[in-house]
């Protein structure tokens, strides 16, 4: 068979039939052959910016990250510090049994099949350097006691990755002993930020936010032009004029939002929903000129970094001397503001336990924080029957729900955006049980993730969640992905477009908008994007018709 | 490697304790290892959960497993989502005593397919069970040779384990459960792919060592029986500090052999992973309420940080700002 | 080659099986544990997409089916490998891999003689195919990136005037398979 075009075995020997024999302690990471795959390091000037220790210039494709002669020192030092300063971390280090439960949990397991993706190997990465210097055990058996020197290849594991886990917490909920790679992997970021090595992705938006207030760097001007711009575009729309408040002293509550919402795609018409509701109950509110930015790249940075970026919420409450805080649609905004806040930059006792002025409602669960989530608020405005809404306004949409991880697994909130989407619109479908709820799965670019240059790393972090969404549309057509976090609307369209193609994804606030009916109105045509609701047009048309006969 | 060496050290345990007990070491491993061990337990015990807690909880950071207390009609999940003290103690206590987190795994359905994880996750919960309950139970059974009288917790235990009344004497059920659950841990541990590659020596040594003990204990009982009264005699007198002369008693070998696997394992514990035991009691994310909004976490070592401070962004984007026209005022 | 398709569509199954596994080996230790024995599409989509694709293009192909069918049938198979971080070459050598499964599964088809050169040549044709969708999807993560960069602040640049109108780019194209 001379014709024969098969190839040889020796071509077909470049692809790696078999599983390395190696055990992972002695498997590095091939960095510089997995672009694509990875964040860009941050230029130097935004941590020396932001006051950050060693900040230099490097790149993880270079063999030489140009670090501190000193380095092992600065992070065994810091590990020393941590491990006193967090029950956490130490604990987490110490009692993991390597069961195995959590090993099929993780997205990025699940989407790229890389052994050290596993929540339990993740973990393992730093804990093999715990043991190793921080125990009896390590220090005398080593290797054999899962303990490992801190090389240079340990630390470039640990870079890629910690910067592979969107610290979604899915698998803590599985964890027989609530051993949560969040708090892992954000005290990892924090060794290797010591250290110099942290992403562009997080460190510019971080030192944007701290110099300006928010993550894109917008000026206290163009923030006002951006708010005004989305009242005239409201107008347009709806035909009615909304005030947009800024800097309004003595307002009842302050709204904060994820920067996002005013200016991105598609954020910006479910900001065009709050504006339309807040205007429709009257709400006596104020945005902050200064407090621009609700959600917080510190958080996937240190805590530290958390705390100095969230601070300026609660002085703007006292400057503008409003009772208590809404915060809008945004995932990790909410575990900072949920879980940190007010531990972080608190107490809050010159605000009021929130009361709904439109219901009465008084939000105990809040009473310390002062901060209510916009779907907690909506929810019970729709509950009390305050809003005028049709729900046949949202017809052309079949809507299906992500839970966004921080709301889910930090918050537990889970019924309030079910309940409004469910009296806004018609078409309602759940993906399926497991991959919703607190078992949600990641939209694969959470935690300082949803940057360009690693797209391929997430899209395969957000297969199982595109899958899911694959499935719904397939089985029930729908063609809308609703969520209520920043980040999944930037991260969700690339990732559903690649795997499912045809579904739209919008915040919950785009369909309460759509669904109100306001006062003054025009005969509303559109929906919040302008765009043509068909079956309004439809009976418009036949209307005109009909006159004319 | 992991395994083997793992292995190679609990045999060789059994071979020290024959030889031992053949060339009078008895009090060696029958009075000064025991208490050297139990010593160590408690001294390493004591200090590993005083490291723990030395350590504080800056943050509230529960993992929050379904709907929260939130608006009073919404439905709250409280063992998902406690709110208050008494809901973080029932939600620890059916993690604690029913591994309601492994549980967690069997709820998955779906269409499509045979589903061999989640059969498999079961497992892990169900043997897992099996071999926490029984190893408790055997260890209650074993209060028997420290107490006079027994008391009747032990007796009735008993009599509930060897409720099938198989052999003389009777069989207890969790002996065969415990090596059936055992045989399982281990198997698992060989035979699934991402397992083997996570597991450790430190995961391999205590299931060989406790494997060793219950093959070593059921050996004592039904076929090498041994001399119960004189391990009573043994262990009342190590509980009264006053420990019998052991070459009188004449334990045999292979009791020697089970006595230092065990002693093995109380000296072990506290240094190893099998701290869990003490561990899952004080796991932030399992032990804390989600009541954050509602009840303010102090954190009892707040850092100072730098922030940007008003009047110096105010500053910084004066022009801006006048161009806006904020008036931004204080108080 | 009617025969030789007729005897390898009733080996489908150990064929595809085999191939599947080989696809999954491709990645290291994923062949193994959960990754390859689970087959809820839901909980295990990269494992389920190995699966279906090796068992939906092995049907397809020996039942001498068309290259649009083909095309569909491989679609979702070569996503998956467009992102995998492998090289072209890497990402694309498990479909000719797939003679050499089939010389394994069923042993040399030395009678089968000029049908064996028609089967080659119908795998060679699916992985010419496969490279034209490897492309495409290389092609829309280009995009995909491009469009991220816009609608990151799109509100900002429509008002700097920085932004073209609602094309086509946005109205058509992108979404796979909608044509």
Redesign the interface.
Known sequence: ?A?????TREE?S???????AKTWMDTGVDIPN?R??WCYASDAKHPEYLGQPNAHDWAPQNEDWNLPENWQRIILDGMKERLEKYRSFRLFMDICVRCGAC??KCHFY??????KNMPVLRAELLRSVYKRYFTKAGRMFGKLAGARDLTIDVLKEWYYYFYQCTECRRCSVFCPYGIDTADVTMIGRELLNLVGINIGWIMEPAANCYRTGNH?G?RPN?FK??LD??AEDLEDITGVHVDVPIDRKGAEVLVVVPS?D?????H?FTFLGYLALFHEIGLDYTFSPFATEGGNFGLFLSHDMMKRLNAKIYFEARRLGVKWILGAECGHMWRVLHQYMDTMNGPADFLETPKSPVTGTVFTNAKATSTVHITEFTADLIRHDKLDLDKSRNDHLKVTFHDSCNPARAVGLLDEPRYIMKKVLNNFIEM?E??IREQTFCCGGGSGLGS?EN???R??GG??R???VK?VKDEYGVNTLACICAIDK?VL??LI???V??VEVAGIHEFVGNALMMKGQNERLTDLRNEPIPHLQKREAEEEVKSDA | MNALVSLLAVLSIVVIAFLGAGAGLEVLFGVVLPYAAILTFLVGFVLRIVKWAKSPVPFRIPTVAGQAKSLEWIKHQPLESPYTRRQVVLRMALEVLFFRSLFRNTK?E?K??????YGADKALWLFGMIFHWSFLIIFIRHLRFFTEPVPALVTGVEWVDSFFDVGLPALFATSVLLLVSLSWLIGRRFL???VR?ISQAADYFPLFLIFGIASTGVLLRHFAKTDVAGVKELGMGLLGFSPPNLGELGLSGLFYAHLLLVTALIAYFPLSKLMHLGGVFMSPTRNLANNNRAVRHVNPNPQPVQVHEFEHWKEEFKEEIAEAGYKLERD | MSELLAHLHARREAIAAAWQK?M????????????A??????????G?TFRTGASRVTEALFSGASREELERRIDDLI??RA???LPP??AL??I??L??VI?EEVGELVSCGND??EL??AI?ELLYLSFDIYVR?RE??FA??V??????????ME?AGLLWEEGPERESG?????P
Request: charged share 25%.
């Open positions: 068979m014709e024969d075009p098969t190839p077909l470049r692809v790696e039939y078999a599983p390395p997995r694509g795959n090993a099929d699940l989407g790229t099949g890389d052994p894109l917008v163009t032009d951006n711009f989305a996002a005013y200016f991105a795609n598609p910006y399926p497991n991959t360009d797209m391929e790393a899209m395969r297969l199982p595109a899958n899911a499935y930037a369209p690339p477009d690649y795997w193609g045809g | 998955a779906l499509g397919g045979p589903r061999l994880v699934d792919p991402q590659y | 080989r999954m080996a491709t990645l290291p230790h994923a062949g193994q544990g959960f990754l024995t689970s087959r809820d599409p839901l909980m295990n989509p990269m389920a996503h998956l992102v995998q971080g070459s890497q050598a498990f000719p891999e003679k050499n010389r064996q050169a080659d040549r060679d999807c829309q993560i995909l990136r469009r991220s960069m816009r609608d990151r602040s799109y509100k900002l008002r992108m979404n796979r398979g909608e």
